[in-house]
């Protein structure tokens, strides 16, 4: 009776605060909407290139103060906070933040979210950008909420996480326990040492998304779990209705930080560290440690990621693709544009001091085919292409993670592969790995939990002795789920696994074939870093890098990544990858043996003409002025 | 730009190809322009022969090889039309030099030949059809010297290509060079080609048109 009056009088209180909230809400857009919009404080520069301090107040979600003498204190939020002298619904429409908004054109293929469970080997190339070979969180019926406790960790908030219209209603209760996600401003922008974004990746599972731009700040430290919670918590009493056993989350700020106006010093930076970058966008090779991959050349150099990839108020940032370069100073910030500079853009050439390469005898048609990453940008390839680890796949830079190099995904990189322009950049590659529902020529993946109760008990156990990792899956496993799913489905559903670069089914005797599906074709996006010091692009050292019978360049080999014990060893030369055969590669890695002796064959050849027209050059000019003397 | 040029070159070649295969047949007969070579010559007149279908049959093939992309798709070879352009470029080059080392000497611009290139110009037409051989042969060895010199810049541009001597602009410049003078090469072989199928024609009346003057000889008779 008392968890029902408590609850009772929440839903009251909720109400009444929501109607309030609509209220001034209206009556504050009123005029905006009449008005025109004028830009906010911090929005317009008056030209100065020093660093405003940033000694503000912290705000909650409601608009309220922070005092820290308070009792039951709230997470400041971003919206409030910042949102006072920046548009915070410009800069919402961002890059970074507008995945989900499908109005944004989806852009060049990028890395996706990559759903992973080791024991149902599954592997599921996953984004909200509709990019091809990708699938929609809600295809999956990956609710937002369930989406940012599986993502959000490398997430700067905003987009997918306070978009109302993505809410759905079931889950309206919830998401007032848990609170938007709002973006966290300082994910990139704090320049605080004590700044810790493994504090905001571990609010989310705990669907604390209120407090975790808190949580990441260096002055304030959250607790408890709102997942924990009942739908009826209420954080203004912070009291669980029914659930006592539980934390509930709450947050506390280091009071020395706040002055007597209660304002809180935050070290702001215009100028992003790359480390801030390098939370979401890093990417390990396995195998090589830390002390033996160099940053990117341009880091080395000094610069910051944010040099290039820069962006006016709207925080649509340049992502330094040639093809999507919307303005001539955009376009400055490509590779091209600021090495080579380019015919409507001759003075933005060398930004930052970049240098105009020579190219000594590279042959002009490998620019026609090749991007300048092809030779400039990560790892070299060698024999035996590598898996990498990158941060939004493997959760790198967050607590608990698991450091072996076999951790799923199976991420190979450098894969050499023709962009959607037709040129050859490296890239990742992911080989997609799932249980799916086929329907005709089309399928839809299933989300592990509905696989995982019919996995022979064996292989579970194996699974798990192999942490993060997938084991060998033998045949008969194979057959066992595909046969209960179909048993257990009423309509005659026929399902399939993705693996290998295959859909594998069964057949009606009972035994599995497989098949070619689109859906299994690997997912690749290009890479562009890190880029290597000249000296080591390929082609530096002559021809041979790329066109001799054994360079990874062609021949290197790309492993099928796959879970079936049928499948092992399988794997694909590079040449394949672009549009060529391996056999053709050889054939012209063959000719650039004889090509030296070709060579003076022909220089001598020239050499020889060349002085044949000299010797008679003479003897008929002397004809001719003969004749013209004759004339006169 | 290029691309239109190379469209002209070739349709207008294909035109003369046309024009010639239809009122003209071969039969084996010896270019006039060329000297009648002596008992110690044939020899070398063999390996002249055998230069010049060489570089003839190779030309065709780099050409091909070389020109058929500009002209479909506007870009410059790749893939397999690439190495089979760079595999006969060897064998092009040397056989061209050996045609021309073996026929350099016959094809010396001598004073005679300069008189009647000059005269070409100040004559009148019905002057110029009567000295009809000796214009060719001049016309012809001109070709020769062009097709010569010609092939200076058609080798080395792409010979300083391959080293490391040149950056990207100086590439592309190189490449521009070796396409404008290989355009220029093929032009001038086509037009050597045709002065040698004319003045073939005209020593050599065609079968069909001496058939033709018998009927009418053998009707008038009757």
Redesign the interface.
Known sequence: MKAFKCHFYNLIQFKRRKSIQLCSAFVLLFPLSVLPQESMLGDVSDGSRAVPVHLIKLYDEDGSVIRPNETHLLPFSTRETCGKCHDYQKISAGLHFSAGNPAVPAGRKGEPWVLTDPVTATQIPISQRGWSGTYLPGSLSITPMQFLQKFGAHLPGGGIGEADSLIPAENYLRWQVSGKLEINCLSCHDGEAAHDQSQFAAQMPKQNFRWAAAASSGFAKVSGSAKDMPEQYDIYTAVPASVTDKIPPSVSYERSRFNSKNEVFFDIVRDIPSERCYFCHSTKVSSVERWQQDDDVHVQAGMLCVDCHSNSLDHNMTRGAESEAASTHASSLTCEGCHLGGEDRPMLAGRFGAPK?????????H???MSCTACHSGPLPTEQIATVKTSRAHKLGTHGVLKNDEVLPRILSPVFAKLENGKIAPHKLLWPSFWAELHGDSLAPLLPERVQPFLIASYVADSIKAPGNWVDMPDSMIVAVLDTLAKLDSVGTQFGYIAGGNLVKLVSSGTLTSVSHRAANPYMWPVAHDVRPAAQSLGVRGCDDCHSTGSPFYFSEVGIATPLASGHRAVLTMAEFQG?SAL?QS??AL?FLF?PW??I???A??L???A??L??AF??LA??L??FA??N | MFRILLICVFASSIVLFVWHARSFSLNGQRASWLPQPGPAQRSINGLRKIALLLAAGSLLLLVFSGFLPNMVVGAAPSGLLLLIHVAIAPLFAVSLMLWIVLSAHNNAMQEQDWRQLVSLFRKSSEESVQNDAANRTAILKICFWCLAILAVPVSLTVMLSMTTLLGTSGQNTALSLHKYSALAFFLIAVVMAHFVLAGQRQNNPSKSSSKKQAAIDASAKN
Not at chain 1, 357 to 365: A, E, K, W
Request: proline share 8%.
């Open positions: 390469p020579q190219h000594l005898g590279i042959p002009p048609v620019f026609d085919k060529s053709y054939a012209f000719s090509r070709l060579k064959l022909i220089i050849s020239t020889i003409i060349a044949v027209v010797v008679y003897q008929g004809g001719l003969k004749t004759e004339e």
